[in-house]
Nanobody, 124 residues
Framework: QVPLVESGGGSVQSGGSLLLSCSSV?????TAWFRQPPGKEREWRAT?????????YSEPVRGRFVISRDDMKENTALLQINNLQPDDTAMYYC???????????????????WGQGTHVTVSS
């Protein structure tokens, strides 16, 4: 599959918001967002399965992160991040797949295609 493409990262001040976008040339049935803070391991943050009304979130970001489909652009997923804090500084990656077999949403192995990432920097 063709890699996903993220956009929308940037530098913001604490308390601000960002809308990240993840576009795909090919159809993806489920999309996730991961992030990797500087010097740390990659962390799963959210997954959305097409047709599922209940997106999944990791507990630390529940209520501040919102994953959704872009109704205006085909094969595009979004991640709205509100009340950004310096700890949110990271490279944000989207990932996806076409057939969901179940299992932990946080497992990177569940996702077949990845993007190159978009960087988010939050200053205090």
């Amino acid at each position: 599959q063709v890699p996903l493409v993220e956009s929308g990262g940037g530098s913001v001040q604490s308390g601000g918001s960002l809308l990240l976008s993840c576009s795909s040339v090919d159809y993806v049935y489920y999309t996730a967002w991961f992030r990797q803070p500087p010097g740390k391991e990659r962390e799963w943050r959210a997954t959305l399965i097409t047709g599922d009304r209940d997106p999944r979130y990791s507990e630390p970001v529940r209520g501040r992160f919102v994953i959704s489909r872009d109704d205006m652009k085909e094969n595009t997923a979004l991640l709205q991040i509100n009340n950004l804090q310096p700890d949110d500084t990271a490279m944000y990656y989207c990932a996806g797949g076409t057939t969901w077999f179940g299992g932990p949403f946080s497992s990177a192995a569940k996702y077949d295609v990845w993007g190159q990432g978009t960087h988010v920097t939050v200053s205090s």
